[in-house]
């Protein structure tokens, strides 16, 4: 190395400091700046020959290069916000015989988006290979993915199965965590675009002052160029729209003259860019009821719901319950490297009788804790949460006669105080009844 270095002039070392990628600085002990290359001072808009000698906190927001020095511990691919946005940086001591005279920063990666487009291919990979051990939110689900076998999803299947290989939009609706995303998935699978991307934006999970640039990209103020988006990510293929309720008005009238002209505008561009997209939408909320309240766009909501699918909610399928259950009882049991885990008679009750108010998402969590939490191999009411403990006696049948309604709350309430208090004659002057007509209710019902 050392021979190496003897060979490459100081003119040479210049030129490769200059033009490398990176951006680099160099700090003395006392983190005064002893160089900077051009390229950065560009981006920090600062002429080289003024931010030489000086303290390298004054020229460069929010640094670490001091407790590096410091501590004498690296920071590598270390998250470092300047200017409005996250970049990769490492920062690294230099050690001249055993002591520490000064640290060496580069940013490795000038933007986190592009560090997360360029590594996509690693994680998604490393999601599929700790499979097991984690829940895989890179999984591309197909049809065959989604459980349950009652008249309603046999209906939806069948209409996923017919409206897939065409390229019209689909608004999927229906409340949080009955898996409208798997059913995305499975449109984008049995379409002719499956072998092209499919990409997805939260609307909800994205702050409304970044969206724009999130959705529809933005030009790169340095370099021109322009950042893609996630519309134009999806070129060819399906872009999915989740909880497209959160999305502004402004956002909405631009992503309709999208949809319709196919051509985006990113942000700060004059120029537009063709692109080939379906649409795929879904909302936790009712949009026809948005578009009555003047919160979402007609003219939208009547582009994107020609075709719409109502997802139920658990507790409206509860034939699939035991289904669901017994599948995601067994995943969860070789995630934990479990040989076997059952579940008690009195949880399974507990469960079937439970109101789901999370669908399909609670009841994966609830399981998934469970099955941690089991002493023995068997799940006992008390690995449950509180929540799913107590039930709402009435929340989980609230259509059918009212003579069953009532036979129905009844038992649940009986066997609730049963649970909670062994004497029978505190529960009977509880409800203000003898103790006869308890025990006759406790033979009816078979407590």
């Known amino acids: 190395m050392e021979s190496l270095l003897k060979n490459l002039s100081a003119s040479v070392l210049a030129q490769i400091l200059e033009n490398a990628f990176q951006w680099f600085v160099v700090v003395d002990k006392q983190s005064n700046i002893l160089y900077i290359n051009e390229e950065y001072c560009r981006f920090l808009e600062v002429k080289r020959e003024n931010a030489i000698g000086q303290p390298v906190e004054d020229v ?43 640290a060496y920063g580069s940013v490795i990666f000038r933007d986190m988006s592009d560090w ?26 197909r049809l065959a993915d989604i459980k349950g076998t009652s008249s309603a999803m046999r209906k939806i299947k ?44 939260n609307c909800a999970a994205v702050p409304p002052e970044l969206l724009e640039q999130e959705l529809f990209g933005k030009i790169d103020d340095l370099t021109g160029q322009i950042r893609k988006g996630r519309y134009k990510q999806a070129d060819k293929g399906t872009l ?17 003259r999208a949809m319709q002209d196919g051509e985006i505008f990113s942000m700060l561009s004059e120029q537009g ?34 075709i719409t699918l109502w997802i139920p909610p658990l507790r409206d399928r509860m034939e699939d319950f035991t289904e669901l259950l017994n599948f995601f009882l067994q995943k969860f049991v070789v995630q ?28 994966q969590n609830v399981l998934q804790a469970a099955v941690y939490l089991a002493e023995d191999d068997i799940i006992m009411p008390a690995a449950l949460p509180t ?41 009977a002057k509880q409800l203000g009844i003898s103790r006869s007509t308890l025990y006759e209710k406790i033979k009816k019902y078979n407590l």
């Open 387 to 427: 929540q799913v403990k107590k039930r709402n006696a009435i929340s989980f049948q609230e259509t059918g006669k009212l003579a069953d309604i009532l036979v129905q709350v009844e038992k649940n309430i009986l066997r609730d105080l049963l649970e909670g208090e062994p004497d029978k004659a505190l529960v």
């Open 60 to 102: 460069i927001e929010n640094t670490k290069m001091y407790e590096v020095i410091k501590s004498g511990i690296a920071h590598i691919a270390s998250p470092h916000y300047i200017k409005g946005t996250y970049m990769l940086a490492n920062r690294v001591p230099l050690v001249v015989e055993g002591e520490i005279v000064g």
């Open 336 to 363: 934990a490297g479990r040989r076997k885990v059952v579940l008690a008679t009195k949880t399974r009750d507990i469960l079937q009788s439970y109101h789901w108010p999370g669908n399909v998402r609670e009841l």
């Open 158 to 201: 069948e209409t996923v199965e017919m409206i897939a290989p065409s390229d019209l939009p689909v608004l999927i609706e229906g409340e949080s965590g009955t898996g409208k995303e798997i059913f995305a998935h499975s449109i984008h699978q049995l379409s002719e675009r499956s072998d092209a991307p499919f990409v997805k934006v």
């Open 240 to 256: 999915f729209i989740d909880e497209i309720s959160a999305l502004p008005l402004t956002l909405q009238a631009k992503l309709l």
């Open 116 to 141: 997360k487009k360029l590594s996509s291919h690693v994680r998604t990979t490393m999601e599929r290979i700790q499979f097991n051990k984690e829940d895989n939110s890179y999984k591309e689900y």
């Open 273 to 306: 860019e063709k692109v080939n997209v379906r649409i795929l939408a879904s909302s936790n909320l009712s949009l026809s009821k948005l578009v009555e309240e003047k919160r979402f766009r007609e003219d939208l909501f009547y582009r994107i719901q020609a």
